[in-house]
Structure formats: C-alpha cells, structure tokens
C-alpha cells in the first residue's frame, strides 16, 4: 500500500522520479495511479518531506503466480567512464547453474541487463541458457549506481514476479541485493557456495559458524528467494551455439537525479595490474607450514615457474607471510583454476571452501591424515620444504630440454 500524506508539499520532486509515469500533481498534491505504480520505492527515496509512505504487507503465502528463475548480469568497471565493461565472469556461471535450477522447476531462466545499449546480449546470454533477457537500456547505467540500479531492478520484480533472484557475491551485488531484499521484504542468503531445488523451493548452501559447518537455508514465505552466490564455485557450462534468448526490452524511466554519487575518475593500480587471483588459471598457495616469511618465498618462486598466481592460507596471511589480497578461502577470495598446488595447507575448512572447485589439486603435506587431501586429486605427503625445490628445478630441466 503506498500513501501520500498531508505533509506533501507539492514540491514535484517525485513526478519525475517515478519510472512508469504514475504520479501527477493535482491541487498542488501527489495523486498516485495505483493501476501504473510498482511500489519500487523511487518516490519515497526523492521526497524531502517524507510525505509519501509504502506498506508492505504478505497478504496471503500464495507464490503461484511468481515463476521464473533470475539472474542479475554484472559488468566489469571500465576506465572509461562513459563505456560499460565486459560481462563479469560470475554471471556465466549463475546462468550455467540457473539453467540447472529452471529445469528442475519447470520455469524460464531470465537474464536481467541494464545497460546503456544492446551488445546481442540475447545470443551471448542465450549461448549460456537464457531463455529470456529482460533489458533496461538508459545511459544512467554505464557507472554502476545503488539508487539507479535498484529502483529499475524493484520495478522489473513487482511488475514479473520472479521465482528465484540471483547475484553474484561480488562488491556489487553485495550492495544491490540487500537494497533489494529490504525494500521488498524478503530473506537473502549470502555468500552461497551451493543451490538446489527441493519440493520447489530454491535450497541455498553457505558456511556458517565460522565455516564450521554448512548450512541449508530455504525462504519459504516470502518470494522472489534471494541469494548472492560466490563467484569461482560454479561451473561455467559449454555454450550451446547458436541459442538465441527472448530479448525484452523494458520502458522503465531513469530520473537522473536518483543518483546522489556520482564517480568522476577511476583509476587502475599499476602495482595490482596482474592477474587477479580470482583470475588465475595455476595457483600456487603456502600455509602455516611454510614456517616464516623467508621461506614462504619458494611459493612465490615455484608460481613463477609455473606462471602462476600466488595463493596463501589464512594462517599464512595472519602470520604475514603474504598480503590479504592473495588469501583463498571463506574470508578470502574463492579460486577455481586449473591448477592448484597447496603447500604447508592442513585444509580448515574455511579454505577448502575457497577452492575445492579447482579442475586437479595437488596438496603437498606432512600429516598423512591433514583435511587438504580429501578434496586432493594428487596427494604427496612430504615436507613442503624439500619437495618445492626439487619440483622448481626438474621445471627447469624440462624447460630447457
């Protein structure tokens, strides 16, 4: 229920605030047109007065009417302010796994992009499962804005009613979905390593008690059900050539003046311009087991060889022997390379969470019986400070023959 009260002060703000039109002036007032309004919230945000209330109330536990499954595109920062990005990489893996669940429930998987202009985002999105691509086009979305991008997004779930909502646990959709969850009223779960679907309801897996445990957690009275997902923990699914999405494209109005940050330079650190962990094809971590930061350096030595990334334990980070940036695990950056080789790791479970999806693991330790081998293609139990050397130089030797 929304209502404007006797504070108004017919002040216009919100008339072009509003995304579809539903506000006109009469008798220097706000009138609402219940029939065009979404509740998206605009209004209530641009009012200087706060003369303008909504109330949200669950009615009734009836979801049949919100069906599909969908997936929030997010796209890299660009250092041109006035170009968007690349789609970020995470998306193609909520799409892949999406398509899992929209199978299991019978529904559409939708693509949700706001951009600036179409890029044939029905067959890039479509290659990876999108059955459908619901597209906001307005400059406004170029820079990536709270304020812009929830108000569209809240009008696109009151006006289709979304089953399932995901985003990527990235900087950004760690701010975008809790404004959408707490402007809708419903549950979000964060930082998901794990989806499924039981008895219709989406099953979201994350860790919880300090990683101690997993816990499911399902939303069963409130829809769309929410989650960020972390990224690098699903699978990226072969593209199926030549599919091509439904493309939709939504008339939903920008105000401009939604937006209260506004970013006027972005800049690239030239001593962070190399491959991103979260990037890395090989990665080479070192634990607590490497012992100090002198001979923590053989990691870093043996991930050259390699061209790898190095990686580092928390224990690792703690004792610091490598910088936070190259933590892998629960409270460090979840990996998924090709290769990952684990020296001097015992394998908490916090860390195994932030890499168990790598295609071969090859953990090198000690204790026969450390948690790093369950999850280990290639166990080698040995002294990390012997085996790291004599692996560099036979790399070495094959290189040169």
Not at 70 to 81: A, I, K, R
Not at 333 to 356: C, D, E, N, W
Not at 361 to 368: H, L, S, T
Not at 373 to 386: L, R
């Amino acid at each position: 229920m929304i209502e404007v009260s006797v504070k108004c002060i017919g002040c216009t703000k919100c008339v072009p605030a509003c995304p579809f039109g539903a506000i006109a002036m009469v008798s220097k007032k706000a009138v609402i047109n219940l029939e065009a309004c979404t509740f998206c919230g605009a209004c209530v945000q641009v009012c200087p007065v706060e003369a303008i209330s909504i109330t949200r109330e669950v009615s009734s536990k009836d979801f049949s009417s919100y069906k599909g499954v969908w997936v929030w595109v997010e796209f890299e920062d660009s250092t041109n302010l006035d170009k968007q990005g690349e789609i970020k990489k995470v998306s193609y893996e909520l799409l892949s796994e999406g398509r899992k669940l929209a199978d299991q429930l019978g529904q559409d998987l939708c693509a949700v992009a706001l951009s600036d202009k179409n890029s044939n985002y029905e067959k890039v999105l479509g290659e990876y499962g999108a059955d459908k691509v619901y597209l906001v086009e307005n400059a406004e979305f170029v820079q990536y804005n709270t304020d812009i991008y929830s108000t569209a997004i809240m009008a696109l779930i009151n006006r289709h009613k979304p089953a399932v909502f995901l985003f990527g646990a990235t900087v950004k959709g760690r701010d975008l979905a809790p404004r959408l969850a707490a402007a809708l009223y419903v549950g979000l779960t964060a930082d998901c390593t794990g989806l499924a679907i039981r008895d219709g309801l989406l099953i979201q897996s994350r860790p919880a008690f300090g990683g101690n445990i997993m816990a499911d957690i399902i939303a069963p009275n409130s829809r769309p059900q929410m989650s960020t997902v972390r990224p690098n923990v699903m699978k990226i699914s072969r593209p199926v050539t030549g599919k091509i999405a439904i493309l939709i494209r939504e008339d939903i109005k920008i105000d401009k003046n939604l937006r209260r940050v506004k970013i006027l330079e972005r800049k690239i650190d030239e001593n962070q311009g190399g491959v991103k962990i979260e990037n890395a094809n090989i990665i080479v971590s070192g634990g607590r087991g490497m012992k100090n930061k002198e001979k923590f350096k053989i990691i870093e030595e043996l991930a050259q060889t390699l061209g790898g990334v190095v990686g580092a334990s928390r224990a690792a980070v703690d004792l610091g022997f490598k910088e936070k940036s190259h933590q892998v695990g629960q409270s460090g950056t979840t990996v998924s390379p090709r290769l990952y080789l684990a020296f001097g790791i015992s394998g908490a479970v916090q860390h195994l969470v932030g890499m168990k999806t790598s295609d071969i693991i090859i953990a090198v330790n000690k204790d026969p019986n450390a948690s790093i081998f369950s999850v280990a293609k290639y166990a080698v139990i040995g002294d990390a400070h012997e085996i790291a050397p004599k692996l560099i130089e036979a790399l070495r030797k094959r290189k040169k023959g």
